[in-house]
């Protein structure tokens, strides 16, 4: 009866190590999806205040784009984690239309007019809320969803 119990824990263990390794999804991060939350309400907050002369909060946009490389690292460097690693890195790539690009306009405009803020903001937001649900969930769903919106920038 031991040894069965013993084999059946093996067995038990193996399984959970092979279905772990085969999703080649990294596991949920309370840290990633802490610093993720958090970042989207500072970069909302500061794509509101784009009405105003970029000169006033240019050390604000250098803080938060820091945040964003400290946690783009991090990402990096966990296993199975390309996805969102991707991700973070379109999300600050100053040729496409996200976040990086919105903030190299505002330098070079000064001002930003309400609509198009509102509706860049929109944008970023549904992307970070579908970087969230992806951290939380891991589900194939909103990876599909968030690999759809990788794929529609690149």
Do not use: R
């Not at 820091?66 to 783009?72: W, Y």
């Not at 309400?114 to 970023?124: A, D, H, N, R, V």
């Amino acid at each position: 009866m031991k040894h069965l119990k013993l084999q059946f824990i093996s067995f038990l263990i193996a399984f959970v190590m092979t279905s772990c390794v085969s999703t080649k999804t990294a596991l949920y991060d309370s840290y990633s999806h802490q610093k993720t939350t958090a970042l989207k309400v500072a970069i909302t907050a500061l794509m509101s205040k784009a009405n105003t002369p970029y000169s006033m909060h240019q050390d604000e946009v250098e803080t938060v784009l820091l945040d964003i490389e400290k946690l783009t690292e991090y990402e990096k460097n966990k296993p199975h984690n390309e996805i969102t690693f991707t991700m973070w890195k379109l999300l600050t790539d100053k040729e496409k239309n996200l976040l990086s690009s919105f903030f190299k306009l505002w330098e070079t405009k000064g001002v930003l007019s309400q609509g198009f803020i509102e509706e860049s903001k929109k944008q970023l937001s549904d992307a970070l809320d579908l970087l969230i649900q992806y951290e939380i969930k891991k589900d194939k769903e909103t990876k599909e969803a968030l690999l759809d919106l990788i794929n529609g920038n690149t």
